[in-house]
């Protein structure tokens, strides 16, 4: 191989000596060569040595000298409590089950009990894979048949959320009219099962029941989003807040509104998106009509259930905590 480095002084000395002794014998002049080269390697040896004690001499001193100072005690010197560590005790807990939770609904054992459930017209069967049967089972005279018994044609994949407190996978049943529903499969004590009211989008009252006038009070299911609809008595845009809600199974807007200072528009400010900012996101709420207010389609939010589809054991504002204020 042919070495580009530039030769060192010496060297370049015994090549010209080399050049005018050109009469010597090409034996003569090979060991000479092996000579040259052994002293060139033995020289630059001795060096690298000497180099490599002198640095572990000068890192000694250095060390020693670092060592004999007085330290300094600094907060990430303190000795590590509980308080300090990334995550324990309850928190380590729910990163765990939240673990558990997004392998399992990762499974193809979810969606296999999101088709079972999607594709079948037998009441019985679906209350088996459903959370709270029971309860359900009560609720059915008031599901829409299209979510009793009607079979869905197809499954699109589903995608994991976390709306909230709660997670989920939401699978998308598409019927043959090209409507869809939303088979939303939750880990439970029992196993992977489906939220029944979430797929019929159950509500205690009908939109047109409340539009009427028939039911005052209600707990519905909805997409939200924020309004600047401030009219009649609900005027003061700095009292309250307004979310428009629409429905997929009925035509026209409902205006809902709450206190702003309240723990119920506190959450609706935080969220739910501003027009031209997000797109409307599922909510179930219970809402009240106050005097004549279903007439202007006005009602009040009284309580936040759920940002999503799906209520837990425990709603969203039992399980919300207010954040500290910073102080000033």
């Not at 002293?39 to 000298?65: Q, R």
């Not at 006038?213 to 600047?228: C, P, Q, Y």
């Not at 026209?252 to 528009?265: F, P, V």
Request: a positive charge.
């Amino acid at each position: 191989d042919i070495d580009e480095t530039p030769a060192p002084q010496f060297m370049k000395h015994h090549r010209v000596r080399k050049r005018r002794s050109s009469g010597r014998s090409s034996a003569a002049r090979a060991r000479e060569r092996v000579r040259v080269k052994s002293a060139f390697n033995v020289g630059w040896k001795g060096v690298a040595a000497s180099f490599v004690v002198l640095l572990v001499v000068c890192g000694g001193m250095v060390y020693f000298m670092q060592s004999s100072k007085p330290q300094k005690k600094t907060p990430s010197q303190s000795p590590v409590t509980a308080a300090h560590l990334p995550a324990g005790g309850k928190e380590q807990e729910e990163m765990d089950e939240l673990e558990i939770t997004l392998r399992q609904l990762s499974s193809p054992e979810a969606e296999k009990v999101a088709e079972q459930f999607a594709m079948s017209t037998d009441a019985e069967t679906r209350l088996k894979l459903c959370r709270n049967p029971e309860e359900i089972r009560k609720r059915l005279p008031d599901y829409p048949a299209q979510a009793v018994a009607v079979p869905a044609k197809r499954l699109t994949s589903g995608r994991i959320v976390k709306p909230s407190q709660i997670t989920f996978r939401g699978f998308g049943a598409v019927f043959p009219d090209g409507s869809q529903r939303i088979v939303c499969v939750m880990a439970t004590d029992d196993g992977l099962r489906v939220d029944w009211d979430a797929y019929a989008r159950y509500g205690t009252a009908t939109w047109p029941e409340l539009l009427s006038g028939a039911k005052k009070t209600a707990d519905i299911r909805a997409l939200a989003i924020k309004s600047t609809y401030y009219n009649y008595d609900f005027k003061d845009e700095e009292k309250w807040i307004c979310i428009e809600l629409v429905s997929l199974d009925y035509e026209g807007s409902l205006y809902a509104y709450a206190r702003r200072e309240s723990k119920t528009g506190m959450l609706l400010a935080k969220g739910i998106g501003h027009p031209g900012t997000g797109s409307r996101q599922p909510v179930t709420l219970r809402i009240s009509s106050p005097a004549e207010g279903y007439k202007r389609k006005q009602f009040t939010i009284d309580r936040v259930l759920a940002f999503g589809s799906v209520v837990g054991e425990v709603d969203e504002e039992d399980s919300w905590v207010q954040p500290e204020q910073d102080e000033t």
